[in-house]
């Protein structure tokens, strides 16, 4: 009886890291940061700044996966709700913040031991919020169109669309780097349905995937 005890203890031991191993070889991820770009209408009205991603789903062969994917976008504000006649310039420390959450299929279509590239899009939900620096009383009414909002002296400061959910897709591509844990360099073209025109993005992103 002690026998079959410790020979079963024995196989159970060896076949979990093999199960293990088979099912992290099944499962993909990435995390990572990088620079974003501001594109069209929106560009006028946003500096370049900042992003974070992350991504995880199943892993059904070599070359196809399907992702969940998260991202993080900082822009600072520029020629927004100026009042030249009041002195009134909120852009000086405000921001846009813009985060979506997107299934993505993935395709690697190059891959080798130490180089793969691969292709991504998908679609799913976007969020716009506008990060004021001063909000609160200011001293005149100040509005901006294309933000479609107001701040004034009333009671109601600050009224219009200051954080907007949308539907959104995005497509790019990228590259990896060594095997096992990879690093990449990504690349992607972001487009958020919102009014008076799309906001869009154009990241290039930096990290690791596995």
């Not at 209408?41 to 991603?53: E, K, L, M, S, W």
């Amino acid at each position: 009886m002690q026998r079959i005890f410790f020979s079963a203890v024995v196989c159970l031991l060896f076949t979990t890291p093999v199960r293990a191993q088979d099912f992290l070889n099944h499962i993909t991820g990435d995390v990572g940061a990088g620079f974003t770009f501001p594109a069209g209408r929106i560009a006028d009205h946003t500096q370049n700044g900042f992003n974070f991603v992350a991504s995880g789903g199943p892993r059904f062969n070599r070359h196809f996966s399907l992702t969940l994917d998260f991202s993080l976008h900082y822009m600072d504000v520029k020629n927004f709700l100026e009042s030249p006649e009041a002195g009134v310039d909120l852009s000086f420390g405000s921001m846009v913040r813009m985060w979506s959450l997107t299934l993505n299929p993935s395709y690697e279509f190059i891959k080798q031991e130490r180089f793969s590239s691969y292709a991504t899009g998908g679609y799913g939900l976007y969020n716009r919020k506008l990060l004021l620096a001063a909000p609160g009383v200011i001293p005149a009414v100040a509005c901006d169109q294309f933000w479609n909002v107001c701040v004034g002296t009333s009671s109601e400061t600050i009224t219009g669309d200051f954080s907007i959910y949308k539907g959104g897709y995005n497509f790019g591509g990228g590259v990896t780097f060594t095997p096992h844990i990879k690093f990449f360099v990504e690349t992607r073209y972001h487009h958020m349905f919102t009014s008076k025109g799309a906001t869009t993005v154009v990241p290039l992103t930096f990290g690791i995937r596995w």
